[in-house]
């Protein structure tokens, strides 16, 4: 079965960086839609940014300019570097997964699309 593994998270100063990681497994698809979602408490799920399995990225507007998705196809991970990160960035951020080539948009409600999670990474920015 399709897991996904995140790593990177962590406590930061407001203006500071961090790099997560997702590590993919398991796939039986040829293609796979991988993304970021966040969840601070209290609130709805928000899509940060997707990658379709063409490379194709798609942003969130509260990522824009400041996060970078990436993916490695040969290893299977998925990157997300944020920069300037802020109060307002923290919450638990997620590695999610679907079969296919593209990605769903990442609009209000559209997490319910992807099929695989992982556990989460939490990120602080104080």
């Known amino acids: 079965h399709v897991q996904l593994v995140e790593s990177g998270g962590g406590s930061v100063q407001a203006g500071g960086s961090l790099r997560l990681s997702c590590a993919a497994s398991?796939?039986?698809?040829?293609?796979?839609?991988m993304g970021w979602f966040r969840q601070a408490p209290g609130k709805e799920r928000e899509g940060v940014a997707s990658?379709?399995?063409?490379?194709?990225?798609r942003y969130g507007d509260s990522a824009l300019g400041r996060f970078t998705a990436s993916r490695d196809s040969t290893t299977n991970t998925l990157y997300l570097q944020m920069t300037n990160l802020q109060p307002e960035d923290t919450g638990m951020y997620y590695c999610?997964?679907?079969?296919?080539?593209?990605?769903?948009?990442?609009?209000?409600?559209?997490?319910?699309?992807?099929?695989?999670w992982g556990q989460g990474t939490q990120v602080t920015v104080s």
């Open positions: 990658t379709d399995s063409d490379g194709h990225q």
């Open positions: 398991g796939y039986t698809y040829s293609t796979y839609c």
């Open positions: 999610a997964a679907r079969g296919g080539m593209y990605c769903p948009e990442l609009s209000r409600g559209n997490a319910v699309l992807f099929d695989y």
